[in-house]
Structure formats: C-alpha cells, structure tokens
Nanobody
Framework: QVQLVESGGGLVQAGGSLRLSCAAS????TGWFRQAPGKEREFVAG????????LYADSVKGRFTISRDNAKNTVYLQMSSLKPEDTAAYYC?????????????????WGQGTQVTVSS
C-alpha cells in the first residue's frame, strides 16, 4: 500500500514563501497538483524517480522548485514569490513509472492534500 502524506501548507502573505513536503512509503516519480475552489485540479510540478528530470507548469516556472531526498522518501515543493492566485489545496501524487507526467490519470496514488492560502 503506497502512502503519501503532505505537510507544510498554511497562510502566507503575497510575495512570501512556503515549502511543502510529500512523505511517501517508497521512492516514486511524483507530481504536485493543486485545486482552487470552483476550478479543476491542475498540474504544478513533477520530478522523476531519480530526481534527474523535472517539469513545471508555466504559471509557476521560476517561482517554484521541486526536489527530492530519496534517503527520506520525501519530495519537496519550494514555493516563492507566492501570489493570491496560488491559493489552493495542494496534492502530491505518485506513480510506479520513472517519469512524472502532467496528466492526473498517470498517477495511481494520491495524498490527502494540504491547503495553501496566499493573502494579498
């Protein structure tokens, strides 16, 4: 049974930073997704099993950084220069393949989510 536990969400002012963590029960290619109220869930960033390949949504490029520590089975999402439009529930998702695609259906395992709220 694959388990994913997100942490690190909270309330931050615009321009601030947060780091989200996704602790897994093993090593998997991992993606971060987010869902704002009334909107569909969208891809934010992904990282391959070994960490050598990353992918970002255009809306977060240059502001967010995804990384991983396989010794800790943990993937991080460092979020900087946060904007009110970044407010959403953030979910990490994992899959058994080597890469981290942008499509939700590619991921078999999901965490419960952590809320990020950015005030203006």
């Amino acid at each position: 049974q694959v388990q994913l536990v997100e942490s690190g969400g909270g309330l931050v002012q615009a321009g601030g930073s947060l780091r989200l963590s996704c602790a897994a029960s093993g090593i998997y290619a991992t993606g971060w997704f987010r869902q704002a109220p009334g909107k569909e869930r969208e891809f934010v960033a992904g990282i391959s099993w070994g960490g050598g390949s990353t992918l970002y949504a255009d809306s977060v490029k240059g502001r967010f950084t995804i990384s991983r520590d396989n010794a800790k089975n943990t993937v991080y999402l460092q979020m900087s220069s946060l904007k009110p439009e970044d407010t959403a529930a953030y979910y990490c998702a994992a899959r058994n393949g080597p890469s981290a695609p942008t499509r939700e259906v590619s991921y078999a395992y999901w965490g419960q989510g952590t809320q990020v709220t950015v005030s203006s």
